[in-house]
């Protein structure tokens, strides 16, 4: 059975940092690409970045580009999102996502219909 556990968020200033981790359990993790999504009340999940298996390709929304960097360590079946200089608009539950299935389109890791597996969500929360 597959488990992605997410930690690390929790309230923090505008202009502070936080660092999610995502381990992933019950299936291989070093050939699967990993990505991390958001979503805040009311609203639709939203991409925010994804690496391949490999670690030889990332992607981000445009509204984390330059903030925010994504990482993963294959030895620990684990992805890291890196959030610097956070803004108020960036609070949301963000979830951690596994593609079951290889990439060959750098469209199709910010497509939520890529990812097969996810985690239950750690609460980010930026006060202005």
């Known amino acids: 059975q597959v488990q992605l556990v997410e930690s690390g968020g929790g309230l923090v200033q505008a202009g502070g940092s936080l660092r999610l981790s995502c381990t992933a359990s019950g299936r291989p993790f070093s050939t699967n690409s990993m990505g991390w999504f958001r979503q805040a009340p009311g609203k639709e999940r939203d991409f925010v970045a994804a690496i391949s298996w490999g670690a030889f390709g990332t992607y981000y929304a445009d509204s984390v580009k330059g903030r925010f960097t994504i990482s993963r360590d294959n030895a620990k079946n684990t992805v890291y999102l890196q959030m610097n200089s956070l803004k108020p608009e960036d609070t949301a539950v963000y979830y951690c996502?596994?593609?079951?299935?290889?990439?060959?389109?750098?469209?199709?890791?910010?497509?939520?219909?890529?990812?097969?597996?996810w985690g239950q969500g750690t609460q980010v929360t930026v006060s202005s």
């Open positions: 996502a596994q593609a079951g299935q290889p990439l060959y389109r750098s469209s199709a890791y910010s497509s939520l219909g890529t990812y097969d597996y």
